[in-house]
């Protein structure tokens, strides 16, 4: 039987909502958004983990708990923390490619494709980009239509524009949801 911890965090730069964050013993493996609820944290472990105990422990998950508070005070700028990332090949390709996005620098969609030499397939890069479990360290936020305008967001354009003003990056357009422009 598989284990999953979990833990709760909480910080200013998102009002102090709840986030849950979820780890293997591999790695980390699930980021909420502050808009989630539990409920959508143990259906998401439910179905990727269906034999798993879930065990909330914060000291155990205290490594990662450091560096994204770290993160969001404006004090590190990458992660370096083991990830047990669950998806198809195409998605892992994806995610790989979201990594190499340098803090306070964004890519659009179809850079993400050519980059992953699949140039036709932008729309299931941002497939691929919404699917991605752990936000922040995989950095889809940092993805933003070709027109650099601020694309559907699975946290919500409010957390998407807080954490690229947390990198300084103003180079967008918060037009809304710009829908098929990628």
């Not at 143990?42 to 990662?64: G, Q, T, V």
């Not at 700028?77 to 790989?96: E, I, N, Y």
């Amino acid at each position: 039987m598989e284990t999953v911890y979990w833990a709760e965090l909480r910080h200013s730069l998102f009002q102090n909502q709840t986030m849950y964050i979820a780890a293997t013993e591999n790695g980390l493996c699930k980021v909420t958004w502050p808009t989630d609820s539990m409920e959508v944290l143990m259906n998401w472990i439910y179905r990727r983990f269906p034999r798993a105990e879930m065990i909330e422990n914060p000291e155990k998950l205290a490594p990662y708990l450091t560096q994204l508070i770290e993160y969001m005070d404006g004090a590190r700028q990458s992660f370096s923390l083991p990830l047990d990332l669950r998806g198809t090949a195409f998605q892992t390709k994806v995610w790989r490619e979201l990594q190499q996005i340098p803090f306070g620098e964004t890519r659009s969609y179809s850079d993400i494709a050519h980059g992953i030499d699949h140039p036709q397939a932008v729309r299931a890069v941002g497939t691929a980009n919404g699917a991605n479990p752990v936000p922040i360290i995989v950095p889809c936020h940092r993805v933003i239509g070709k027109n650099n305008t601020l694309t559907g967001f699975a946290g919500g354009l409010k957390v998407k524009e807080a954490l690229l003003n947390l990198e300084g990056y103003h180079g967008y357009t918060a037009a809304g949801h710009a829908r098929f422009q990628f």
